[in-house]
C-alpha cells in the first residue's frame, strides 16, 4: 500500500491521475526483468520498452529491491519520517515518481527525456519530503531537507519564504507546481535559469 499511497500524495500534488496502480507494475525479482535489466544492481529501475512502430501501447516495469520495501515496511516514513529511513523513502518515491511522470506524459502523448525524469524525480522528492514533514512536525520547517537532499543546489530564496509560510496552504504555490509538472522540459530548464 505504501506505493499507492507514494503515487496518490504526487499524484495529489500535481492534480494529475492514471488508470493504473504502480503495484501493478512492480518488479521485486530481477529474473523477471528483460535480460539487459537482469545484472543491474541498483535498488529501483524503472524499465521501459520502447513501443512498435505505430503501436499505442508503452511497455514498463518498476522494479524495487525486496529488501528496500522490507526496510520501508519496517520503517514506513509516512508514519514517521527520520533519517534512518529518509534514503529508502527517497528511492521508492524516485520510483513512484518515474513511473507516475512517464505513465501521464504517455497518456497525453508527450515524449519524455530521461532527463526530465530525473529533474521531476528530484522536484518531487522535495516537494513530498516536504509536505510529510510539515504533516509530522507542523510546527517545524525542514531546513534540513534542502541540505540532505540537494546539497549543492540553491533554491529560490521566494520559494524558501513560501514554505516558511505554509507551502501545501497557498494555493498559488500548488497552481505553480501544477503547472511546472505540465510543462515541457525545454520550458522547465528555462524556468530553472530564469529563477538563477
Same mark, same amino acid.
Given at each position: 500500500m505504501l506505493l499507492s499511497r507514494l503515487q496518490?500524495?504526487?499524484g495529489g500534488i500535481y492534480d494529475v491521475s492514471i488508470a493504473h496502480d504502480v503495484y501493478d507494475f512492480l518488479v521485486t525479482d530481477r529474473r523477471w526483468l528483460p535480460p539487459a535489466a537482469?545484472? @543491474?544492481t541498483a535498488e529501483?529501475?524503472?524499465?521501459?520498452?520502447?513501443?512498435?512502430?505505430?503501436?499505442?501501447e508503452l511497455a514498463l516495469s518498476l522494479y524495487l529491491d525486496p529488501a528496500l520495501l522490507t526496510r520501508l515496511a519496517r520503517e514506513n516514513p509516512l508514519e514517521r519520517l527520520h533519517a534512518g529511513n529518509v534514503a529508502d523513502w527517497c528511492t521508492a518515491l524516485e520510483g513512484v515518481s518515474h513511473f507516475l511522470y512517464l505513465a501521464w506524459n504517455a497518456g497525453h502523448d508527450k515524449p519524455v527525456s530521461l532527463l526530465e525524469l530525473e529533474m521531476q524525480a528530484e522536484v518531487d522528492k522535495y516537494v513530498a519530503s516536504y509536505w510529510?514533514?510539515?504533516r509530522q512536525l507542523p510546527q517545524h520547517f525542514?531546513?534540513?531537507?534542502?541540505?540532505?537532499?540537494?546539497?549543492?543546489t540553491r533554491i529560490d530564496p521566494r520559494a524558501a519564504a513560501a @514554505?516558511?509560510?505554509g507551502l501545501y496552504r497557498d494555493e498559488a504555490v500548488l497552481a505553480e507546481l501544477r503547472?511546472?509538472?505540465?510543462?515541457?522540459?525545454?520550458r522547465k530548464r528555462a524556468l530553472i535559469e530564469e529563477i538563477r
Amino acid at each position: 500500500m505504501l506505493l499507492s499511497r507514494l503515487q496518490s500524495l504526487i499524484g495529489g500534488i500535481y492534480d494529475v491521475s492514471i488508470a493504473h496502480d504502480v503495484y501493478d507494475f512492480l518488479v521485486t525479482d530481477r529474473r523477471w526483468l528483460p535480460p539487459a535489466a537482469r545484472t @543491474g544492481t541498483a535498488e529501483e529501475e524503472l524499465i521501459v520498452a520502447q513501443p512498435a512502430a505505430g503501436a499505442d501501447e508503452l511497455a514498463l516495469s518498476l522494479y524495487l529491491d525486496p529488501a528496500l520495501l522490507t526496510r520501508l515496511a519496517r520503517e514506513n516514513p509516512l508514519e514517521r519520517l527520520h533519517a534512518g529511513n529518509v534514503a529508502d523513502w527517497c528511492t521508492a518515491l524516485e520510483g513512484v515518481s518515474h513511473f507516475l511522470y512517464l505513465a501521464w506524459n504517455a497518456g497525453h502523448d508527450k515524449p519524455v527525456s530521461l532527463l526530465e525524469l530525473e529533474m521531476q524525480a528530484e522536484v518531487d522528492k522535495y516537494v513530498a519530503s516536504y509536505w510529510l514533514l510539515r504533516r509530522q512536525l507542523p510546527q517545524h520547517f525542514p531546513a534540513e531537507l534542502r541540505r540532505v537532499l540537494f546539497t549543492r543546489t540553491r533554491i529560490d530564496p521566494r520559494a524558501a519564504a513560501a @514554505g516558511r509560510a505554509g507551502l501545501y496552504r497557498d494555493e498559488a504555490v500548488l497552481a505553480e507546481l501544477r503547472r511546472f509538472y505540465r510543462l515541457t522540459h525545454a520550458r522547465k530548464r528555462a524556468l530553472i535559469e530564469e529563477i538563477r
